[in-house]
């Protein structure tokens, strides 16, 4: 079972999601009927506005952590991402001066995977040599497990089987008196001078799932090391700009209830092809079962939408112009999930920080392509300036949420949880159609067709259901 603090943070990305899609539907409508339609891509540029905010929380976060645990003989922190890239780009391992940073301790880990030798698995050495497992964990692991206690003498060095320096007859020996000194000596028993020692660096615990993770998982993203620290958001920057703008574009076309639905249940679909594919990530055939139940489940959506609208000429055009934008949204979503889930679990990037950049590469790319091809007639009213405004903290809340889940387990259970705001999305649609606006904002019954809807939503809960338990 997860924490409590995984499980809130799901709950929570499931309830901000669902009021995000029905936010900016709404907002849709209500420009249309003051005859000043806007642009998906304006919505994508209020988007963005809200991941870049994530780079203020994550440095209030920084400081505030900063200052809590500074240590208090020499007030040496150590950093998170400038140590990892350090380490991963450019580090020497003979150097053990401490690394004074002006961001916050966090634990790391696997610092020293890039140094590794050609065909040296860590993962497979740790779990075989000191205890913490056979591999066969489930997704329901509590992510950051206590590891066993011969693994945490690898903190100090004293297990060279766990990541520690091994001790080479006749080479340096390291002894700690216990008290504040480091006496250097030779295996065959000559002392050295002593010097202070260092505070220990913090080994970071990995994150995420492992689940149906091998060798071959970690070799297949290795690539990512070459990456400098600061270039590698523009990977799921570049995806996090079409998926946004495919995904906003779609809500034009389709009803908010009908695009989460096909939405959520191809995002899966597709995760699980790409960690399979790209990741190198083993799924079991009772997983594959439940992704085939879903995919069902989307075409039988599919098929009760497209009824609804064969009376329609018009109406038919856009369902299938939504369609067309909704598959290729789940194309760049996938990708850009898989790329944060590699660049947080396996170059420990820190989450806020990511997604804030994200935002930032994105603005980037896209302020220059609104400026140049779009000429559409803003409107700065005191409702539209603060609806806007509750559009940006609602993403900026919903997007910390969503890189918090990746962080913790994986896309591919980001993606399975996903599933369960399709039904909070179709609520708050007929909530304000019905209760909210007397029939002109929302989403309507619609009978026979909506019965037909929600059956395919129980035949993807189902699959869920199979994949989960697999």
Known sequence: MYPISVILTLVGMITAGAARIVVVKIYYQIELEESRPVTPLFVTLLYLVGQALSLLVHFVCVRFDYSKRERSDNGIGYDTIEMAAMKLDDDDDNNNEPFVAAVPPKAIEDEEQADRPAGTDATEETDTECGSGDG?????????????????????????????????????????????????????????????????????????????????????????????????????????????????????????????????????????????VLR???????????????????????????????????????????????????????????????????????????????????????????????????????????????LVVLVLLTGILNIRTTEATSSMTRNVWKQFRIMLVWILGLLVYYLGSGGRLGEAWVFPDSLFVLGGFGVILTGVFFYYSG
């Open 280 to 390: 190198k990530r083993i799924i079991s055939r009772r997983r594959w079962i439940g992704v085939s139940v879903v995919t069902a489940g989307i075409v039988l959506v599919g098929f009760a939408k497209l009824e609804e609208t064969r009376d329609s000429d018009s109406e038919t055009h856009n369902f299938l112009v939504g369609n067309l934008l909704i598959v290729g949204q789940c194309v760049f979503s996938v990708l850009q999930d898989l790329s944060e889930e590699v660049f947080m679990q396996e170059a420990n990037f820190p989450a806020t920080l990511l997604l804030g950049m994200e935002g930032l590469f994105g603005l980037v790319f896209g302020l220059p392509i609104y400026a140049l091809f779009f000429d559409e007639e803003i409107s700065f009213t005191r409702f539209n300036i603060e609806y806007q405004i509750g």
């Open 136 to 276: 066969s964990d489930d997704e329901t692991d509590v992510p950051g497990d206590e590891e066993g206690s011969e693994c945490e003498r690898a903190e100090t060095g004293s297990d060279p089987r766990c990541g520690g320096s091994p001790l080479h007859a006749g080479g340096p020996v390291r002894v700690d008196p216990g008290d504040g000194l480091l006496l250097e000596g030779n295996s065959d028993g000559r002392r050295g001078h002593g010097k202070e020692r260092p505070p220990p660096r913090g080994r970071m615990r990995r994150r995420g799932s492992k689940t149906g993770l091998t060798s071959d998982s970690r070799e297949a993203v290795a690539w990512i090391h070459r990456i400098p620290w600061y270039l590698k958001p523009g990977i799921p920057g570049f995806f996090n700009l079409c998926n946004s703008a495919l995904r906003w574009a779609c809500l034009v076309y389709v009803a908010a209830s009908t695009a989460e639905i096909l939405i959520s249940g191809l995002e899966l679909v597709l995760s699980s092809f790409a960690a399979r």
